[in-house]
Every structure is written in C-alpha cells, then in structure tokens.
C-alpha cells in the first residue's frame, strides 16, 4: 500500500469510529480483517468515489448506493442488530469480543 | 450426482474468499466469477442475476444444485452438498 492509502486507511478509522460508536458499534477486534477492510474501502473509494461497502454490489441507483456507503449500519440496523455486526464484519456490537463466533447471516435466516 | 456450485463474488469481499476457501479445501469443484472484476454488460449481467437469486446486494451469494444461499454459511453450504450426504 502506497503512503497515502494508508494515511487514508487510517483517516477513515478515526472518522468511522465517531459515527458507529454512538450507534452501539466498535471496530472489530480482529485487526487484520480491519485493515484488510478499510483497505478495500480506500480503493473503492478512489475508484468509485465513496468508501462503499466491499461485500454488497452497487446498482448505479444514486439513492441505492449511498446505502452501501460505509459505515452503512444506519441503513440495515435491524438486520445487523440482529447479527451483532454489519455485513462484511467491520464494525460489531460493542459488547462482541469473539467476532469470529458470529455468522455473517441474521439467525432467522440460517 | 456431483454437486453444482456456483459463487457469486466481490474481490473486495474476505467472505467471498472464505466461502471460495471452504469449497476448495473440501475438495468440492465450483465456478465463481468476481462480479466487480467483469466489464460493461457482463458485470451489470451478473450483478443483476446474482440480486434476483438472492433478493439484495450482498455478497457471497453461493447456488448449490440449483438452492440459493446469501452469505458465508459453511453449514447451510453442506446441507445442500449431495457429496456430502
């Protein structure tokens, strides 16, 4: 990673962790998954323009995709809420300490 | 029978590599395409298809012998697995 993407990396955690910590959310405590996370965000970032999600698709609907704008926990609160992290694991609830025991599905849907 | 796996997948995605993972290291042969990799047509093609199975944008989307599963779920994947029966 060049300098730059990881001084970015790095700004998007500390802006991150503003928005989701009154939500009731925290960075998980895998780092290396983080790191890997908000990497692909920073290349998502410079390639499409915002830091969208790197585990949920795009549709070129403006209002659509802003919806998949990370931290999207607003947008799918009652689905995360219920999984105790957002989709693709970056953020889980406050009172997780073992993420790798969550399943990356609600457990109404397994 | 074999079994028919085929992944939806984001490059960006580390669950999409964990259900790529699952399957290679279970020795069970699949297709996948990394929908963000494909150009024009082809990625808006897959991307469509991938939301109509699934019913939203996330991903993995993983259809095994023609059942469709939303996310990394490596028991719900070998419940649908014949081999596995």
Redesign the interface.
């Known amino acids: 990673m060049a300098m730059t993407d990881v001084t970015r990396r790095d700004a998007l955690r500390y802006l991150f962790e503003k928005v989701v910590d009154p939500l009731g959310y925290k960075f998980t405590p895998d780092e290396e998954?983080a790191d890997?996370?908000l990497e692909?965000e920073v290349?998502?970032e410079q390639d499409h323009e915002a830091p969208y999600c790197?585990?949920?698709?795009?549709?070129g609907v403006r209002a659509?995709d802003m919806q998949?704008v990370c931290p999207c926990i607003p947008f799918h609160r009652e689905h995360f809420d219920k999984m105790k992290r957002c989709?693709?694991?970056l953020f889980v609830h406050k009172d997780v300490t073992d993420p790798d025991s969550l399943?990356?599905?609600p457990p109404d849907?397994? | 029978m074999a079994d028919e796996v085929f992944l939806y997948a984001l490059s960006t995605c580390p669950w999409c590599r964990k259900a790529k993972q699952f399957f290679t290291d279970n020795q069970i042969p699949f297709d996948f395409v990394d929908v963000d990799q494909l150009q024009g047509a082809a990625q808006d093609a897959a991307a469509e298809k991938a939301r109509e199975l699934s019913g939203g944008r996330r991903y993995p989307v993983v259809v095994i012998n023609g059942e469709v599963v939303a996310g990394y779920n490596p028991d719900r994947y070998l419940e649908l697995l014949r081999s596995r029966w």
């Open positions: 998954l890997f996370l692909q290349k998502l790197p585990c949920q698709g795009r549709s659509e998949v989709w693709c694991g399943p990356q599905f849907e397994a």
